[in-house]
Structures are given as structure tokens and as C-alpha cells.
């Protein structure tokens, strides 16, 4: 009896320590199921639909951000997403995470800039999302003066096109947006600020261009554009497919410095916004001239989340960037008309 005794005591051991084995893992697995960085890279896979874009797009190894995905998918005991031959989908599951990764994602942000702007030595810190011609045209500028006119705000300044922008902003990831064109998304407040003309360029020896060029010339010679996502894009196809004409997009490359190489070496030809060329156009490489019948414009907005907190420098942040828009729209020259203000109408004013 002592024998038998000893070896079920044996067996209990054994049978607890199996359990602890088992138990403890699930437990910090339970304890890590999401945090931050899977988050991220989570809502960075649905944003570009291809992991392989969002490991390039991150600059993170694909294999780690797969792990990090599959890891994420396990624990929480769900699919996520549905791979196919084009890419990745939301599954339902994957959806719900989403819509709730965005909201925290934004929350943490929030917290992260009150924390910090009531640190007495630090200065307020403004995520500022720019397009590429805005930077060209004022981004140091914009910097140098919020140094002077504004030593408690910070900008942090992220260059990118316009839907890029706006997808960042809705992440949390940027407080401001100087994007193109308004997309009417939830929870996205936008005021327009400029009417900006879009300018019809090629090589400087290619001979296509007088003063003036018919929209239907246009888009038949080798245009390279952006994509279908950008605002330029969209504007031609509305256009062309209003009139019935078909686009000849020769190349389509997500790079404006790709674009201006092609333009110059004289192999395609492109419809851009004033600054991104001035540059060129000064030095000689690239000739621009308006677009009529019709004439192509859009508009400036900038954008900020309806539900933003405030910022603790509100009122002199705001003032700063109308001065700065004021003077964007001078370097744009005949090509840019302000048609509003950063600046929220005083009680009783008027709309001009």
C-alpha cells in the first residue's frame, strides 16, 4: 500500500506539472495577444492589401511581419484575412479588428501628445502631412518660420501624395493634412484653401507644346501618371469619360521623381501641379503650359479629424499655417487662387 501510495503521488506530480506546462504558455499568449506593433502592422496590410508592399512600406523584413500577422491570427483564434490570387481581404473577424485598430491606434497618439505637452521643458509636437509640391515650394520655409513665430510647437513633417496622406491621418498617424481634393470619409473635417491649375508638361526639346494645350491633345500623347488612387488620375478619367476619350497612360509610376526623369529625358509627358516642376522649368529641363477646354484644377485641403483633441497651441498654430498657405499660394503664382482660411469665421462673418 505505501508502494502504490508513493507511485500515485508520483503520477499527481507529473500530472500537475503537465498542467503548469501547458497552462503557463497559455496564459502569457492570452497576456500578448495584441499590442502595438502587431496593430500597426496589421492595419498596414489592409491599407496596401499586399504584405509584401506593407514589409516595404515599413521597412520591416516580410518574413517578421508575416510571423507577426500569423502570431496575431493564432492567438486571438481567428482568420483575419483571405488570401487570394490578387492579394489579401478582410474576413469579418478582420474587419472588427480594424475598425477597433484604428481607434486605438489614434487613442494611443492622443495620449502620447498630452503626456508630452505637459512636460515643461518640451515643446508641442505636430505630425504635418504635406503633398510633394507644397514641400517643394515652401516645406523649409514652413520650418525656419515655425522656429521663430512659433518656438512651443514642433512640426514633424511627412512628405507624401495626397491619398497616402489621408490614409495615414485616419490611422492617427499624422494631426494634419495638406492633401488634395476631400474624400468624404467618416469622422474626416476638411476646409478647402486653394483652387490650384494643373500644368501640362514635357521635355524641353520635345516641340509639343505652345502656349496653351487642348485637354484632348493632352491624353494622347505618353502621359506618365501616378494611379488610379491619386487626385490627378481621377481628375483626367472624369474628364475623358465625360467627353468619351480614351487616356494614353504609357507609364504608371508612384514616384513624382521617376515621373520628372521621364518628362526630361523627353519619353513620356505628364500633368502636374506648378511646384513640383518649378525647379525644372527654371533649370531648363521641362517646358509647362496650362490645359484648356477644359482647363484642369483642384483644390487644397487641409484636413484633421472631426474628434481631434485640441491642440495646447491651438489658436497660434492655426494662425501660423493660414500665414504659410497665404504665402504658398504667392509662390504659386498665376496658377493659385486662395479661396478660404485656416482660421475658423468669427461669430456674424461671412464667407467672401
Not at 487626385?231 to 521617376?258: C, T, Y
Not at 497660434?316 to 499655417?321: D, G, R, T, Y
Request: with cysteine.
Amino acid at each position: 500500500m505505501r508502494l502504490i501510495s508513493r507511485r500515485r503521488c508520483r503520477k499527481n506530480a507529473i500530472a500537475r506539472s503537465a498542467l503548469r506546462a501547458i497552462a503557463l504558455p497559455r496564459a502569457r499568449i492570452w497576456e500578448e495577444t495584441i499590442n502595438l506593433r502587431q496593430l500597426r502592422y496589421f492595419v498596414k496590410v489592409v491599407e496596401t492589401g499586399n504584405i509584401t508592399r506593407a514589409s516595404e512600406s515599413m521597412n520591416v523584413a516580410q518574413t517578421a511581419l508575416g510571423q507577426q500577422i500569423r502570431h496575431l491570427e493564432e492567438s486571438l483564434g481567428v482568420r483575419l484575412f483571405v488570401r487570394h490570387s490578387r492579394g489579401i481581404s478582410l474576413t469579418e473577424p478582420g474587419e472588427v479588428l480594424h475598425r477597433h485598430a484604428l481607434a486605438i491606434l489614434s487613442s494611443v497618439e492622443e495620449a502620447r501628445r498630452e503626456v508630452m505637452a505637459h512636460g515643461a521643458a518640451r515643446r508641442e509636437v505636430v505630425n504635418l502631412g504635406v503633398t510633394p509640391s507644397i514641400q517643394a515650394l515652401i516645406g523649409p520655409e514652413l520650418l525656419l518660420a515655425a522656429r521663430d513665430e512659433i518656438p512651443d510647437v514642433s512640426f514633424r513633417v511627412v512628405e507624401e501624395l495626397s491619398f497616402i496622406l489621408i490614409d495615414a491621418l485616419m490611422r492617427g498617424e499624422l494631426d494634419i493634412a495638406l492633401a488634395y481634393e476631400f474624400e468624404n470619409r467618416p469622422g474626416l473635417a476638411a476646409t478647402a484653401l486653394i483652387e490650384e491649375e494643373l500644368l501640362f508638361v514635357a521635355g524641353a526639346g520635345s516641340g509639343v507644346l505652345g502656349e496653351s494645350i487642348s485637354f484632348e491633345e493632352a491624353i494622347r500623347t505618353d502621359l506618365a501618371l501616378v494611379s488610379d488612387r491619386d487626385i490627378v488620375w481621377r481628375l483626367i478619367h472624369d474628364v475623358a469619360g465625360r467627353q468619351k476619350l480614351p487616356v494614353n497612360v504609357a507609364f504608371e509610376v508612384q514616384s513624382m521623381p521617376a515621373i520628372k526623369t521621364l518628362v526630361a529625358r523627353g519619353a513620356a509627358t505628364s500633368v502636374v501641379p506648378y511646384g513640383v516642376v518649378a525647379e525644372e522649368i527654371q533649370q531648363g529641363l521641362i517646358v509647362a503650359c496650362p490645359i484648356r477646354q477644359p482647363s484642369m484644377k483642384r483644390t487644397l485641403f487641409l484636413n484633421r479629424m472631426s474628434d481631434a483633441v485640441s491642440f495646447v497651441h491651438e489658436t497660434a498654430l492655426l494662425a501660423f499655417l493660414d500665414r504659410m498657405i497665404g504665402r504658398l499660394a504667392e509662390r504659386m503664382g498665376p496658377y493659385g487662387s486662395l479661396i478660404g482660411s485656416v482660421l475658423p469665421r468669427r461669430h456674424g462673418e461671412v464667407e467672401p
